[in-house]
Each structure stands twice: as C-alpha cells, then as structure tokens.
T-cell receptor, first 116, second 107 residues
Framework: DAGITQSPRHKVTETGTPVTLRCHQT?????MYWYRQDPGHGLRLIHY???????DKGEVSDGYSVSRSKTEDFLLTLESATSSQTSVYFC???????????????FGPGTRLTVL | KNEVEQSPQNLTAQEGEFITINCSYS?????LHWLQQHPGGGIVSLFM?????KKHGRLIATINIQEKHSSLHITASHPRDSAVYIC?????????WGAGTKLIIKP
C-alpha cells in the first residue's frame, strides 16, 4: 500500500448540502488527483494538484473545488451537492518529491457518495 | 468515439483458461498503463509500458505502437483474478482512461 487514506469511506447526503472529502498521504508524493468513477465512464479526472496551493481542473471539474494547503492533504469540496454527483470518488498520488517524474499512480480505497 | 476503447466489456471464463483483454487507442501516446480494480474497489497499477512486452507472474502485457493496440493476458486464470481491468494512456501530459473490462473467472 502507498499510504493513502480517504475519509469518509461512505457518505449519504441530501441535495444542496456541502460535502468535503479528504485524501491523506504519508508518502510525500508531489502530485495528487481526484477522480470519479461511474458505470460506463471509467475513471474521470475532476481536479489535480502538482504542489501545495497548486491545483488545476480536470475534465469534469464543474461543481467541484479543491484545496491543498499541505503536501499530505488534498480536499475535494462539493459546494452544493446534486444527485448527478452520486459516484465513487478515488484519490490518487504520483511522483515522489525529489524523485524522477513517473506516471504510476497509487490509488486510495475510494469514497462512495450518495446524494439523495 | 472514445479515445481509449477496451474489449470485451465483460468476460466470463472458467478457471485455467487463457485470458486476453484488449485496449485500442486513437491518440499519440508516451505510455500505456494497465490497472486492476478488485470487487472491493481498490485499484492497483499492474504495468506501465511504452514498447514491447512485460511479464509479472501470470500476467503479460504487450503493446504495438504502430497499431495503437495493447493486450493484457492472464495465463492459468484463477477465481482471484476476477476484477475490472482498466487501460489508461498518457497523451499530451494527461491520462486518458478506458471504461474497463469486467472479468469473472468461475471455479
């Protein structure tokens, strides 16, 4: 295991409520990613970070924001959750700080979010 | 049309069979990844390759850059190989993901 945890692992919430998912790593990797996984779509990138306070949008970023105030933590926020955001969310990390750039991503266990 | 296509979408086989999962892509790539997602949800990176062939235990991955095609093979398949296998390609500094192939190996 690459030392990645996600919290919570499961969450049920109501439409219109704010939700924050946390990804925590203990591996000192530079890059962190948030994906959502839905049937028939595979993994889709929401946002990613290439360093503390450095983030960028992925292909499905609308309705989501992220923050990375320290290397270990990458937060994904749904400001006002909608039913279309019901999904499984995966965090991933890559690129050990100070090491060679690598594509290999290590994934967290996932968070199952249900928006009623 | 998706830039990364996997086939088949679903595959059920008997224990011991030789398994082949295919990945075709339509963009220029610098690398291709194969990943495995277990029924519990965890995702594990299996291979990263940019040419030729790699082998790890009973798993073999090949890539043909000219044909824009990669295959993942499993020899002597076992029920514990049951999982979703995902292909992803790196193109222009981003990863493009296939939808996955769901494999079920029956005892």
């Amino acid at each position: 295991d690459a030392g990645i945890t996600q919290s919570p692992r499961h969450k049920v919430t109501e439409t219109g409520t704010p939700v924050t998912l946390r990804c925590h790593q203990t591996e000192n990797h530079r890059y962190m990613y948030w994906y959502r996984q839905d049937p028939g779509h595979g993994l889709r990138l929401i946002h990613y970070s290439y360093g503390v306070k450095d983030t960028d949008k992925g292909e499905v970023s609308d309705g989501y924001s992220v923050s990375r105030s320290k290397t270990e933590d990458f937060l994904l926020t749904l400001e006002s959750a909608t039913s279309s955001q019901t999904s499984v969310y995966f965090c991933a990390i890559s690129g050990l700080a100070g090491g060679p750039r690598t594509d290999t991503q290590y994934f967290g266990p996932g968070t199952r979010l249900t928006v009623l | 049309k998706n830039e990364v296509e996997q086939s088949p979408q679903n595959l059920t086989a008997q224990e011991g069979e030789f398994i082949t999962i295919n990945c075709s892509y339509s963009v220029g790539i610098s690398a291709l990844h194969w990943l495995q997602q277990h029924p519990g949800g965890g995702i594990v990176s299996l291979f990263m390759l940019s040419s030729g062939k790699k082998k790890h235990g009973r798993l073999i991955a090949t890539i043909n850059i000219q044909e824009k095609h990669s295959s993942l093979h499993i020899t002597a398949s076992h029920p514990r190989d049951s999982a979703v296998y995902i292909c992803a390609v790196r193109s222009n500094y981003q990863l493009i993901w296939g939808a996955g192939t769901k494999l079920i190996i029956k005892p």
